[in-house]
């Protein structure tokens, strides 16, 4: 069993819609990340969490250390955030990463 | 532009060749480390960085080299290429565990 796993695996929205995407973990963590990865393959960081809730424009980012749990929100979806988004974990500079949900938005 | 520059971007090479690839940033970053990407597997951590000098391996260490001469570089060393080595690489920098990381644009390796 992976130490991370994400779902939905894949995801088709509307534009407008808002979108969730679930990370569970097994293993004790430092940090937890969230990566976006477009389909000409490059990869950016969106956000890195330890604790509690971040925002940054659209996107949301939530961890329940207790829960061994996080979640990644994208409030009214567009087009241009069909990505990978992918969760990853952390512990003594080693880094795990989930398969990846796929979220297509269509106009 | 300051971030992590990935050499080469392609590579085809033949069964038991030998090639490096590159990986430098200039963000004086301290931690340094290599992934590969392949279908239905995920991102894999190979070898990683905490500092020049020091490396330590990954999850996926086999059949991988690397040394950390200096901060800024960070080089894999694929010592006789093998077909499942065929995949997307990945070099990546952080400051510290306590930011985020940068992530190089990918080599496409295909070995043959």
């Known amino acids: 069993k992976n130490e991370v796993e994400q779902s939905p695996q894949n995801l088709t929205a509307q534009e407008g819609e808002f979108i969730t995407i679930n990370c569970s973990y097994s293993?004790?963590?430092?940090?937890l990340h969230w990566l976006q990865q477009h389909p000409g393959g490059g990869i950016v960081s969106l956000f890195m969490?330890?604790?509690g809730k971040k925002k940054h424009g659209r996107l949301i980012a939530t961890i329940n250390i207790q829960e061994k749990h996080s979640s990644l929100h994208i409030t009214a979806s567009h087009p241009r955030d069909s990505a990978v988004y992918i969760c990853?974990?952390?512990?003594?500079?080693?880094?795990?990463f989930g398969a990846g949900t796929t979220v297509t938005v269509r106009a | 532009n300051a971030g992590v520059t990935q050499t080469p971007k392609f590579q085809v090479l033949k069964t038991g060749q030998s090639m490096t690839l590159q990986c430098a940033q200039d963000?004086?970053?301290?931690?340094m480390s290599w992934y590969r990407q392949d279908p239905g597997m995920g991102l894999r951590l190979i070898h990683y960085?905490?500092?020049?000098?020091?490396?330590d391996q990954g999850e996926v260490p086999n059949g991988y080299n690397v040394s950390r001469s200096t901060t800024e570089d960070f080089p894999l060393r694929l010592l006789s290429a093998a077909p499942s080595q065929t995949s997307v690489y990945f070099c990546?920098?952080?400051?510290?565990?306590?930011?985020?990381?940068?992530f190089g644009s990918g080599t496409r390796l295909t070995v043959v």
């Open positions: 960085s905490v500092g020049a000098g020091i490396t």
């Open positions: 990546a920098s952080s400051y510290s565990d306590r930011n985020g990381y940068t």
């Open positions: 990853a974990v952390e512990n003594d500079y080693k880094l795990s």
């Open positions: 963000m004086n970053h301290e931690y």
């Open positions: 293993v004790g963590i430092s940090a």
């Open positions: 969490l330890s604790s």
